[in-house]
């Protein structure tokens, strides 16, 4: 499975990021290696409005099976959704991208069935 995470940095020992729209990085990995296959910079990370639907959109267009991230918003869950992008909500956890990887395999969360938070999580959207 190809995997997208939101990271606070750019390497696979980075953070996983809370915020979807905000988040740094997106890195991208296959599920079955652990391999990295792309990385790049949130180009919506310090948008003035819009950063859920301007992320979703870039994410969407490097076409993973699914997102693994904090927290999701209204808009940028709805994006994905549309796309037929399940996104597996990771609130809380302060694991490396590695490490989240490896919880994801021993146990996957459920596939969110829509935001996992209002609008405007922290910084407007």
Same mark, same amino acid.
């Given at each position: 499975? %190809?995997? &997208? ?12 990021? !809370?915020?979807?729209?905000? &988040? @740094? #990085? *997106?890195?991208? *990995?296959?599920?079955? =290696? ?12 310090? !948008?003035?409005?819009?950063? +859920? ?12 099976? @699914? ?13 994905? @959704? ?5 996104? #597996?909500?990771?609130?809380? *956890?302060?694991?490396?991208? %590695?490490? =989240?990887?490896? !919880? *994801? ?6 596939? @969110?069935? +829509? ?11």
């Amino acid at each position: 499975m %190809k995997l &997208c995470l939101t990271s606070t940095g750019p390497d696979p020992d980075s953070k996983l990021d !809370a915020r979807f729209g905000r &988040c @740094a #990085y *997106f890195l991208i *990995f296959d599920s079955e =290696t652990g391999k990295v296959l792309e990385k790049f910079e949130n180009p919506a990370s310090e !948008a003035a409005h819009g950063a +859920g639907i301007q992320a979703a959109q870039t994410v969407m267009g490097k076409k993973p099976d @699914a997102v693994i991230t904090g927290n999701i918003g209204p808009n940028a869950s709805s994006v994905l @959704a549309n796309a037929g992008i399940k996104v #597996y909500p990771f609130a809380g *956890f302060e694991g490396s991208l %590695k490490d =989240t990887l490896i !919880a *994801f395999k021993e146990s996957p969360p459920e596939a @969110a069935d +829509g935001p996992t938070v209002e609008g405007h999580f922290g910084q407007p959207e």
